[in-house]
């Protein structure tokens, strides 16, 4: 099955600063990337997602990079901002219809 | 506000006993997943229905079984509970059962077993 891997675990960054998460994934057959941001005591918030056809997608301040050959994915976040401080989460999507694989998470502090 | 609604909040319950976990997608989504989140296993895929129907199954335990009905409101039911079913359970809804579609989260339910 598919296995999607994280880094780094932990993050910290100050407040203006730019922070970049990584994942990698196993399946060569996933076809779709999204991101995830958790707050304490509140379920996961779909932040950005990409498909396997395109190779960058940007949202005012959040970006993310596919590089199918690598099978590798990133999350950038610019100008970082206190309220962005939060448990992220990436995950993949292949064959099984709609079963998400989730990275392990990580811990973005931003420091004002 | 993610538009899906899940109940109860929290969830104290004794080693086994039986809980169901409610969940009611956002207005217009067919499809209903049931995740599991705990510290050692993170977030893991349980279960997902489509318009009534059981769609694809991850590793939810045979103690474990969930419903659609026709509202399109899910149920998941967790029997012979252990210490180590302690764990966030979150649903998340998308449109359709299409593999590119966007899934949405819930808050979750906290279920602890005493």
Redesign the interface.
Known sequence: GENVEQHPSTLSVQEGDSAVIKCTYSDSASNYFPWYKQELGKGPQLIIDIRSNVGEKKDQRIAVTLNKTAKHFSLHITETQPEDSAVYFCAARGTSYGKLTFGQGTILTVHP | D?G?T?TPKHLITATGQRVTLRCSPRSGDL?V?W?QQSLDQ????LI?Y?NGEE??K?NILERFSAQQFPDLHSELNLSSLELGDSALY?CAS?VG????????????TRLSIL
């Not at chain 2, 993170?42 to 895929?45: P, R, S």
């Not at chain 2, 579609?101 to 979750?108: I, V």
């Open positions: 993610s899906v899940q499809s997943y995740y993170g977030l893991q895929f997902q489509y769609r694809a991850g979150f998308s059962a299409a593999s590119n579609q966007p899934q949405h989260f819930g808050d979750g």
